[in-house]
Structure formats: structure tokens, C-alpha cells
């Protein structure tokens, strides 16, 4: 325990003494990869974890003064080792990092974008139209658009359809007693990839009991990856949009407009407005 109070007050000398361009910038990276790891570990299970570290360094602090030669010793050595306890304790985070990394556009090819503006605008009409009529009849559906992160793997638990985006085709698709129903849809540029896909689940703790799997599923994919999900609910016909791990509802028709110009058109500063809009009462996730 001696040897972590020595390195501390180290470091302190040196940050007041020495601190240098290289030091700024090693401090600078530092912080940003904590602060994503905290991102990572926002609303799940590891922020539990967390706080039982904080504590076990505060019990160890605490024992120290105390002198329980004891129970220092046992806690000191825990925290020695501590690289393989992170390791085994955050391995499914560190492993959905490691996947969403490696699924990025340096390995991927990303989201193919529609070419021609009419054909752009034909697509967003298409899924307004089928989300609408999916609404009206209390349809349940899954559409994700793959951005820059790529979804190959969630298209291989799929049905490869390759097929042009059209409001009978995606309704047809999610027709409830039909082969591909049950499942997500996944959209890449201006084709239907796949239907029928798996999603991952939600380890978010944070969210409502109201929501089902469908939603629930949107989120996991929005967590893993930067896609774009819009859901339509089984139960009340609501529309809703997963992105970044957030859940958005209810989305209108001008709404989801904004959504899928983002997407098609690169107009991020319409999605803006919308998102500020939804931020005053609908932010459920």
C-alpha cells in the first residue's frame, strides 16, 4: 500500500515540476479513452462493477490507516493483479468494444449511399409509407439502416433478400404468419440486405418495463453499432427510432422524414432541431 502512495505523490511532483507538451498530450488521450470506457459503461451492469472497485480502494485506504496488516495484505493484492481482474469482470464490455472497433469502417465497407436525388427521395417516401401503414394496423417492425459501422454480421443470422426498397416489399416482409416476419430488417444504402435478423438485446438497466423485445433489440443494435432503428410496435402501433443507445418515441411523419433525410441526404442540422425537440418529454430509454 506504501508502494501506491509513493507513486502517487510521484506523479503529483512530476505533473507540478515537469509537466511538458508530451505530458499534456499523454494526459489529453488518457482522458479520452476513460471517458469513452465510461460511455461504454454508461446504463449497464459494469457501472455496478465500478463502484465496487471505488469501494474496495476506499476499504483498502481505510484498513491501512487502521493498520489491519491483514486485510491490507489481502486487498493489496488484489489490486496488484488487477489488470486480469478488469479483464475477467469487464469481458463482455471489453468485448463488444473490441467487436464495434473491428466492425468500423477501416474494416468495412459502411453504408452504401443511394445514387440521384430522385432515387433518394424515392426511398424516403417508401419508408414513410410502409411505417405509416405498419402504425395503422398495429404491425410490429424492425427496419435498421447500416451507417458507418458495418452489419454483415447481423445480416449472416438473416435471410439474404437484395432487393430494392419498396413499401409492398417491406410490409409484405413483416406481415405477421409469413416466413421473414419475425425479425429485423437490415437496409444498406438503397437495398434490402436481409430479413428475418437476430439482434443483440439491451444490457441497459435503465430501461422501461413497457418496452418488449422489439424495442429492446433496436437499442442493443443502436449500443453496438452507430445504426439507425426504427421500430414500430406490435402493441400500440407507436413509432420509435434507436440510435446510440437511446430510445426515441413517438415519431410523426415530418419526424421520420428528418431521420431518413440524415441518412440519405446528409442533413444533420434538420436532425438537430428534431432531436432538441424530443429531448423536452421523449427521451424514455
Known amino acids: ?146 451507417q458507418m459501422t458495418g452489419l454483415q454480421d447481423v445480416i449472416d443470422t438473416g435471410t439474404r433478400v437484395d432487393g430494392e426498397i419498396s413499401a409492398p416489399l417491406l410490409e409484405n416482409i413483416f406481415e405477421p404468419n409469413t416466413p421473414l416476419h419475425d425479425g429485423a430488417v437490415v437496409i444498406r444504402g438503397d437495398k434490402v440486405e436481409a430479413a428475418a435478423c437476430i439482434l443483440p438485446l439491451t444490457e441497459a438497466s435503465g430501461v422501461s418495463r413497457e418496452l418488449g423485445t422489439r424495442h429492446r433489440a433496436g437499442i442493443g443494435l443502436s449500443e453496438n453499432s452507430d445504426a439507425v432503428v426504427i421500430i414500430v410496435s406490435e402493441e400500440t402501433g407507436t413509432v420509435s427510432m434507436a440510435r446510440g443507445g437511446q430510445l426515441f418515441r413517438p415519431l410523426h411523419e415530418e419526424e421520420l422524414r428528418m431521420i431518413l433525410e440524415e441518412i440519405y441526404k446528409g442533413e444533420p442540422s434538420r436532425l438537430m432541431t428534431f432531436f432538441r425537440s424530443l429531448f423536452r418529454e421523449r427521451r424514455t430509454a
Open 1 to 146: 500500500m506504501n508502494d501506491l502512495w509513493i507513486t502517487v505523490r510521484n506523479m503529483s511532483w512530476n505533473l507540478t515540476h515537469r509537466l511538458g507538451f508530451a505530458d499534456v498530450l499523454d494526459i489529453l488521450i488518457v482522458a479520452a479513452i476513460l471517458y469513452e470506457v465510461m460511455i461504454l459503461m454508461r446504463r449497464t451492469r459494469s457501472s455496478a462493477l465500478i463502484k465496487g472497485i471505488i469501494l474496495l480502494l476506499l476499504i483498502v485506504g481505510a484498513s491501512s490507516f487502521l493498520g489491519l496488516t491483514s486485510l491490507t495484505w489481502l486487498l493489496s493484492s488484489i489490486i496488484k493483479n488487477g489488470m486480469l481482474v478488469v479483464i475477467i469482470l469487464f469481458q463482455p464490455e471489453i468485448r463488444k468494444a473490441l467487436e464495434k472497433m473491428g466492425r468500423s469502417t477501416l474494416f468495412g465497407k459502411g453504408n452504401r449511399k443511394a445514387a440521384g436525388q430522385d432515387e433518394q427521395e424515392r426511398i424516403i417516401r417508401e419508408v414513410i409509407q410502409t411505417a405509416l401503414d405498419l402504425s395503422k394496423r398495429k404491425v410490429g417492425a424492425l427496419i435498421c439502416f447500416e
